[in-house]
């Protein structure tokens, strides 16, 4: 009898390890990925929400290491080499704390992914501290919010919003040398074997207000080698004529570029050579 019990109170503990109730979390895990310039950053934390209690001073506290969200401390990866509101940091993967005053945050990139939020911090494993300003919009996040915004080329801006307190830095990738490194390898040293890419390096030659004139030579070239007349590379060839100041040809070839556009059922290529040529008149 003794046997039995003992393999019935066994079999009850077993159910009652393995059947919890499942609930949501307090603060969900999120992921967050994106691309700023050529480099992938990844985002890893907890998403806290106030629910009513003060945010400014107590769940974000001041002077004070914070795990940057709830939970583990939070992790960003950089794919590439990047720089944080300037300071270089290697690609990799780091803790990401943070320290708050009214004022003003100190970013903190830690190597070390071990701790538990910030139970265990040490500063001997910080990578990089930089200070950035705190602002405090009117606008409300009930739920701690990490978002990019204002991308550029090459860069992005990282924010961290939780009700009426927000910090960004900018995150910025080396794009200019490597593209210039691929268009001279594939575009000025030898002939490329797809028209597209001349058409790829005019238009960063565009974008970044390079010779104008070559990069003329190279659209026509993508539109030379083309098969078939494409309306977002004659755009481009309407844009270069224009700032060469040949506003003539640009005009004819837009509204070129406008009937193909119309056909292919893109209106908003239709309304960028509208207003590109009504700007050439």
Known sequence: MRKYSFVLTALLIGVMAIAQIKMPPASPTFELKGTVGLADVKVVYSRPSARGRQVAGALIPYNEVWRTGANASTKITFSENVKLNGNPVPAGTYALYTIFTEEVATIILSKNLTWWGAIGYDKKDDLLRFDVPVKHPSSMYETFTISFSDFTLNSANFNMKWEHTKAMFTIESDVDSKVMADIKAQVIDKKPSDAGVYFQAAG???????????????????????????YWVIHLKAKLQARLGMNKEAIASAQKSMALAKTGGNPDYVRLNEKLIASLK
């Not at 565009?206 to 659209?219: C, G």
């Open 204 to 230: 960063y030659y565009y974008d970044t207000n390079r010779d104008p004139q070559l990069a003329l030579e190279w659209v026509n070239k993508a539109i030379a080698g083309s098969t078939d007349e494409q």
